[in-house]
């Protein structure tokens, strides 16, 4: 199971950004996906998070300045940010919960642990 993130950089402040996360080909449903946020000296926070049937939930910190779209088909969840400031640098990391997926000899596994993708940095700076 892995989930790979892009699209971390540097941008200005009140410039825009999109994450995109995107889970790996054995996973064939997926509950809950979303983004959480660790700032240097802080303790990881949920962003936002979307569930496959189109349910959303977003930190206040980020209400009307961020959306998630999920892509079921494509096992895909997006972050588009926008008017960043500058307390929104941070590290990204896509999380993936209520899983199911095969194994290697095609076995299909229902889990309801959390997956990790790497995290991506974002900094938003002048």
């Known amino acids: 199971v892995q989930l790979q993130a892009s699209g971390g950089g540097l941008v200005q402040p009140g410039g825009s950004l999109r994450l995109a996360c995107a889970a790996s080909?054995?996973?064939?449903?997926?509950?809950?996906m979303g983004w959480y946020r660790q700032a240097p000296g802080k303790q990881r926070e949920l962003v936002a998070d979307?569930?496959?049937?189109?349910?959303?939930n977003y930190a206040d910190s980020v209400k009307g300045r961020f959306t998630i779209p999920r892509d079921n088909a494509k096992k895909s969840v997006y972050l588009e940010m926008n008017s960043l400031k500058p307390e929104d640098t941070a590290v990204y990391y896509c999380?993936?919960?209520?899983?199911?997926?095969?194994?290697?000899?095609?076995?299909?596994?229902?889990?309801?642990?959390?997956?990790w993708g790497e995290g991506t940095l974002v900094t938003v700076s002048s």
């Open positions: 979307a569930t496959s049937g189109g349910r959303t």
């Open positions: 999380n993936a919960r209520g899983l199911s997926y095969y194994t290697d000899d095609g076995v299909p596994i229902v889990t309801g642990e959390d997956y």
């Open positions: 080909r054995n996973i064939f449903r997926i509950d809950t």
